[in-house]
């Protein structure tokens, strides 16, 4: 009992307690000496494992930062995306604006030429009726006066035609510069979306493994799910850019959908042309025809 008593009064010394201490109370100093030391035991892992539990955050911290760096250029590059993107628009908002009113011009001016083209084919029929009327009266001298009015109609048809097929071919030729920049739009497209695939396929194979060092912290965990949702903007923008370069496709397959009706129109109108001229090379034939006969019986 007595080398008990030493033995604790040597610890209270070595701890710095120089109280007294009675007999009676050795009991419960040695149970909270006992205490103390479990505790210190205890206090020492305790700071083992935040000590390396900071160090591992240290690390895992260190692996990250290159994420953070890859993430601040994702953002920029996305707001740069973005901005383009913007301006794309409205460039696309214009330019369809540009096509719808050239589609109404074009569309006003097909009519008139079919308008014109009525107006020529009444003025035609009216000409073949009024030579077919005085066909029997006509003598030689009426010939001159007659071919004079062919020419003269050959002559304003074949201006009004003219004139109808260099706006045709104008028209023909802003649709193919319309197409031609609608085609380096979508070069533009493509190489962007190609671009944010390779991102997003990047960030879905892992990049660097941050994951597994990660694993067990909050803090780390919110980066992770910063990171997918970034990657889930970055899809979003994805199929966003999808469906503009589908509309761009669109309006270039409109465009060139326009040019072929155009160049068909432009063949038709040729086409008629060619046969107002035929009609008028019989109907002065007819005519020479007709008088050549009445010359003859009257010589008879």
Do not use: W
């Not at 050795?26 to 305790?46: A, I, M, R």
């Not at 533009?188 to 979306?193: D, N, T």
């Not at 086409?271 to 019986?297: F, H, R």
Request: net charge positive; with cysteine.
């Amino acid at each position: 009992m007595e080398s008990h008593f030493k033995i604790l009064r040597k610890k209270l010394n070595d701890l710095g307690y120089t109280q007294p201490l009675r007999i009676e109370c050795v009991p419960l100093v040695n149970k909270l000496l006992s205490d103390l030391k479990t505790t210190t035991e205890n206090l020492q892992k305790c700071m083992t494992i935040s000590k390396n539990a900071l160090d591992e955050l240290s690390s895992i911290e260190l692996c990250a930062e290159p994420h953070k760096c890859d993430n601040v250029k994702l953002i920029e590059e996305c707001n740069d995306l973005h901005l383009a993107f913007v301006h794309f628009k409205e460039q696309h908002e214009k330019l369809q604006k540009d096509l719808r009113t050239q589609n109404t011009i074009l569309d006003d001016r097909l009519a008139e030429c079919e308008a014109e083209k009525e107006t020529l084919r009444q003025k035609l029929n009216g000409l073949k009726a009024e030579l077919r009327t005085n066909l029997n009266c006509s003598t030689r001298s009426s010939r001159p006066s007659l071919r004079q009015a062919i020419k003269e109609l050959k002559k304003e048809n074949m201006s009004s035609a003219e004139e109808k097929y260099s706006i045709i071919q104008n028209e023909i030729r802003k649709l193919k510069e319309d197409k031609l920049e609608l085609l380096k739009n979508n070069e533009i497209l493509k190489s962007q979306l190609e671009n944010r695939n390779q991102e997003v396929q990047r960030l879905l194979d892992g990049g660097r493994p941050v994951n597994t060092q990660a694993r067990g912290y909050d803090n780390i965990d919110k980066k992770i799910g910063a990171l997918q949702d970034e990657i889930c903007a970055l899809k979003a923008d994805r199929s966003i850019l999808g469906a503009q370069l589908k509309g761009a496709l669109a309006k270039q397959h409109e465009a060139m959908r326009r040019a072929l009706h155009l160049a068909e129109r432009n063949k038709q109108l040729e086409k008629e042309m060619k046969d107002i001229d035929q009609i008028a090379l019989q109907v002065e034939a007819e005519c020479n025809k007709t008088v050549k006969s009445n010359s003859e019986k009257m010589l008879r």
